[in-house]
């Protein structure tokens, strides 16, 4: 089996080279599938790169690439990457490893099972452990509470950063998702569902590892604003498609 694993970076130099050391051992202790791991850097202005391209130039057997977009946004980096492989699945995780590694032996197995399309972590299944900020907590709660009652999707976490897609997923959804930075993740899961894909959702151990050298972006009264845009524009899309 063939994952194209990707790790979106947006200037992440003070965890890449670490971050990058621990997934690539946690990738060992699965031999059985093909990893292609893809460092994809959109638009930083930091030593991302730099540290990236040394990194896998140390590495050997594992096949590790560095792609680059000059803008930022998680979308970009992640069309750009997937679009480049021709994996059997396309998996991404948020470079700072707020999920934990180990989650890694619930999700394998599901990468066999060939009645899932997809499979999404999440946060808020029974099983799963939290450990973030009050604020960001209440944003994520009242975004995907946004998303069951505006979008009609039933999932319990669609923003966590862990998430794999069946290559067919790629193939018929992913032309047809048209946003490019944070909501990218709720309109391909949106597009799936109603394409009659099979998503999945696996609990997750998650701890907020936010450095303190990088200044907070929430902003509660606007993101909520940006969430209701964001998710009546789809809306409204739908509708008129």
């Not at 202790?29 to 994809?40: F, H, L, R």
């Not at 896998?56 to 679009?83: K, V, Y």
Request: glycine residues 4%.
């Amino acid at each position: 089996m063939h994952v194209c694993l990707v790790l979106p970076v947006h200037n992440e130099e003070l965890v890449l080279k670490k971050n990058l050391g621990q997934i690539v051992e946690a990738l060992k202790g699965y031999p059985a599938v093909q990893w292609e791991v893809v460092i994809a850097d959109n638009g930083s202005t930091d030593s991302t790169r730099q540290i990236a391209k040394k990194f896998i130039q140390q590495q050997r057997g594992c096949l590790i690439t560095l792609r680059s977009t000059p803008t930022a946004g998680r979308g970009n980096a992640l069309r750009d990457a997937w679009e480049q492989s021709e994996a059997d699945w396309y998996f991404y995780m948020d470079i700072d490893l707020a999920v934990d590694l180990n989650d890694l032996a619930t999700m394998v197995p599901l990468l066999h099972n060939t009645n899932i399309d997809g499979i999404i972590g999440s946060r808020y299944l029974e099983k799963a452990s939290v450990h973030r900020q009050w604020h960001r907590t209440v944003l994520s709660v009242v975004y995907n509470t946004m998303t069951r009652w505006i979008l009609q999707l039933h999932l319990t976490d669609t923003q966590c950063g862990w998430k794999a897609f069946r290559r067919n997923v790629i193939v018929e959804t992913l032309p047809f998702v048209q946003n490019t930075h944070w909501f990218f993740d709720t309109e391909l899961l949106v597009l799936a569902t109603r394409q009659n894909k099979t998503i999945v959702e696996m609990p997750v151990h998650w701890v907020d590892k936010r450095d303190d050298r990088r200044k907070s972006k929430v902003n509660i009264m606007m993101d909520v604003l940006l969430f209701l845009i964001k998710m009546m524009g789809l809306r409204l899309r739908l509708f008129l498609g």
